[in-house]
């Protein structure tokens, strides 16, 4: 599991929000469900541009990131992206995005105002270049298809690959409409990347479970939720795996999951972003990786009604081939028409398939 090229926040202009009411402040709590007493953080460039620089200390500042030595590693972060993420750094932090060409002008007394201190600037790029804390727990979002997710320490970082999850669902429920206006469950939802894209698809008659263990990710999905204003589509519920879904069993038309299926051997081989920071809970699968999967498996039956739908996505080609033929033969007549489907890359990643 690597981290790809991450996209800055603040910056609508590479890619819009859904919607401006995006840009309105608004009470991040009022509709995160109790059983989430966590405070979520907020992004940086939602925060409030309440701190003040010169330019010239800014320009400093400046200076002093693009020059701090990156610490010996076998897998040093690439040059090029980390010129990018300061970039980015700056225009999600800064009040006014038009500041940042003249970082490279003269000495200014000129102030500016910022979305965080200029200590704390020093202390995030500092983090993320000797403890290679990852760029977007650094600005506190990721990009994933049009959305802008909030993410922190504690909740992993939705993947592109991911992403594949929602053109499934789309093309599922236009060749079968009834399946828009059922029930569909995201289990093991971290940021609620996956339920909110689903959310969207099916609109005002559908309806989401997202499910986490973790209560970060729970905290920080029920923001999303809220942010995209699908609150009254998405209801985030925490527990483990189908725990938490005892009173829709049989009653799904949709069950989908992203489960942690890195086998635990190959967690302190991970690009550091992602062994040193991501947390344990969202990667380690066991031994082969699998035990989520397999888990997932057993219970999708009799969580699905007939015709219901599943996708699971998996570490790549062998656990996709193991799943598969799990499903094929030891939930006999359980599942029909299971599939294995390619990420963006052409790696065997998800499966698919439906319920009797
Ligand atoms: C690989 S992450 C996927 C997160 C998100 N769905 C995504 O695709 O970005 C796996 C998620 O499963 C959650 N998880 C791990 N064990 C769980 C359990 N027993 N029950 C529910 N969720 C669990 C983790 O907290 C994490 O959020």
Known sequence: MKLSIPRACGSWSKSPPVSTTLHKPISFYSSIPSSSPLKPQVPL???????????????KWHHWAKTLP???????????????ELKWLLEDALEVHSS???????SDDRPIKLRTSLEQLYSVWRQRIEERRPFQYVVGCEHWRDLVLSVQDGVLIPRP??????DLVGDVV?????LTQ???????????????GIGRILGPRGRVIATDLSP????????NVQRYSLQDIIEIRQGSWFEPLKDVEGKLSGLVSNPPYIPSDHISGLQPEVGWHEPRLALDGGVDGIDALLHLCNGAASMLKPGGFFIFETNGEKQCKFLVDYME????????DVKIVPDFAGIQRFVTGFHH
């Open 45 to 59: 460039f939602l925060r409030p541009p309440i701190h003040s620089a010169t330019l010239s200390d800014l320009q």
């Open 70 to 84: 990156v610490p010996h590693s076998d897998d040093p972060p690439d040059p090029t992206l980390l010129r990018r």
């Open 100 to 106: 940042v060409p003249q970082m490279g002008s003269h």
């Open 161 to 166: 690959e991911t992403e594949v999850f929602v």
């Open 174 to 178: 236009t060749q079968n409409g009834d």
């Open 182 to 196: 059922g029930l569909w469950a995201d289990l093991g939802t971290g940021s609620g990347a996956i339920a909110i």
């Open 216 to 223: 970060v990710a729970v905290s920080v999905a029920s923001f």
């Open 329 to 336: 033969n030891e939930s006999k007549g359980n599942f029909y």
